[in-house]
């Protein structure tokens, strides 16, 4: 789900950092607006670097010049591609202006573009949250059906003891996730995604693993999280924190990962392997750490287990959905990685280009279904190629179903 947060010109802009770094943990993909006065706070490359994504300052910065009439428009697009607006801090300049309908800058002429949920998180001067103006601007908003996330009471930075606190991000958080509920179209999917590398040991200190970070299947996860599902992550050793909300299994080896596989298959309805899972494992491990010697040493390497095609021949009416790392022939070999292991849906992704693939924080990726379609994917962040995945695999299902 795609959250515009808009943050206001008060002292609490950097606490909207905070928010902005929870919302993307709950999978949330999240689109920072600031307003003019916010960025006398706190710079854009804050919010910019936590969501991966460029912050919108001003209205007039994509019109004119080369730009086309549809990225002038902006303020639409952001309208209609994001299903909730969050204002946090909410200063009593932009309470007035969305009560009164004004349109003066990007953030209140999106407001007035948008139709989704939205959220408002006032902070300000006691006063002037008690003052008699701001009130009935509240009144007002409210009326519409706003949900307004209520100051806390607390000393502020103005010196003055009273309301006036942004409440917790935690708080606005999980009154976002509230607010999403009517979103879950994954609710009821029981969700199982590996993610992460595996590590193949040789000695009780050194191991063959490969360059995978996990992030990928982390996004999965996290994103379907968000929109309801009960997800099972089965994890290699990776970096990353737990998603919110979803239970993580962390295994080492390809062996562990099919034995946590196996065990979850049963009860699930959507299995995602964008785990990385090791082609060979070494033959006679050592029991003791090998010895540095002038001679060369040569490890013999077993095939591991194919965990995915183990899956695809057990899978029943459940939906498989593979990953394809490759550095060339992208569809060709995604399609035959469809075929070979009873996939419904391949995702492919080429790598070893710029700012892709492994360990990047973005990805582009080629849907390869077994429909027959193949779906190019423009470049986005992990967490907004989860999304499209899972998009894809609703329809997919239900085009399944219909040609049964
Ligand atoms: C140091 C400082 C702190 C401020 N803190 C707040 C605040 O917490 N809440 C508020 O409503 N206004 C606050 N203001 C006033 C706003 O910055 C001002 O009303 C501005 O026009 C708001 O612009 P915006 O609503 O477009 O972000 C503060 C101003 C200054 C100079």
Redesign the pocket.
């Known amino acids: 789900m795609n959250i515009a947060l808009g943050?206001?010109?008060?002292?609490?802009a950097y606490k909207a950092a905070e928010l902005a770094r929870l919302l993307e943990e709950r999978g949330f993909v999240v689109q920072v607006l600031m307003?003019?006065?916010?960025q006398?706070?706190v710079r854009p490359l804050t919010f910019a670097a936590l969501t991966g994504r460029k912050v919108i300052t001003d209205l007039f910065a994509s019109a004119g010049g080369e730009e086309t009439l549809s990225s002038a428009v902006e303020h639409i697009r952001v309208a209609q591609d994001n299903q909730m607006l969050i204002v946090a801090?909410?200063?009593?300049?932009?309470?007035a202006?969305f009560a009164h309908g004004l349109a003066s800058?990007f953030?209140?002429t999106l407001y007035l573009a948008f139709t989704g949920t939205v959220v408002l998180a006032?902070?300000?001067?006691t006063n002037?949250w008690r003052h008699p103006a701001t009130q009935a601007n509240l009144e007002t908003l409210r009326r519409r059906g706003h949900h307004i996330v209520e100051p806390e009471e607390g000393h502020?930075?103005?010196g003055m003891t009273g309301p006036?606190r942004?409440a917790q991000p935690e708080r606005i958080a999980a009154i976002a996730s509230a607010a999403a509920v009517q979103l879950r179209d994954l609710e009821g999917e029981r969700i199982v995604v590996t993610a992460g590398p595996t590590e193949e040991p040789i000695d009780p200190v050194r191991f063959i693993s490969n360059r995978s970070s996990g992030k990928m299947g982390y996004s999965l996860a996290q994103a379907a999280a968000a929109r309801g599902a009960d997800v099972v992550l089965v994890s290699g050793p990776v970096t990353l924190p737990d998603p919110y909300g979803v239970t993580v299994l962390r295994v080492r080896t390809a062996s562990d990962m099919r034995q946590a596989v196996m065990e979850h298959l049963k009860d699930a309805s959507i299995i995602v392997k964008a785990a990385a899972v090791a082609d060979y494992h070494v033959a006679n491990v050592a029991s003791r750490k090998l010895k540095k010697t002038a001679m060369r040493l040569s490890l013999e390497l077993d095939p591991t287990v194919d965990i995915l095609a183990e899956v695809g021949q057990k899978k029943g009416d459940r939906l498989l959905i593979g990953f394809a790392a490759e550095t060339e022939n992208l569809v060709a070999e995604a399609r035959r990685k469809m075929e070979t292991k009873n996939c419904d849906m391949v995702v492919g992704n080429l790598v070893g280009t710029d700012g892709t693939g492994f360990e990047a924080d973005q990805n582009e990726v080629t849907l390869v279904v077994r429909t027959g379609d193949v779906i190019k994917l423009p470049r986005a962040t992990k967490l907004e190629v989860a999304n499209w995945i899972f998009d894809h695999a609703l329809k997919l299902r239900l085009a399944l179903h219909a040609a049964q």
């Open positions: 943050v206001g010109g008060g002292i609490a307003t003019e006065a916010a006398q706070f801090p909410a200063t009593a300049d932009l309470l202006r800058d953030l209140t006032p902070a300000m001067n002037m502020l930075a103005c006036g942004l």
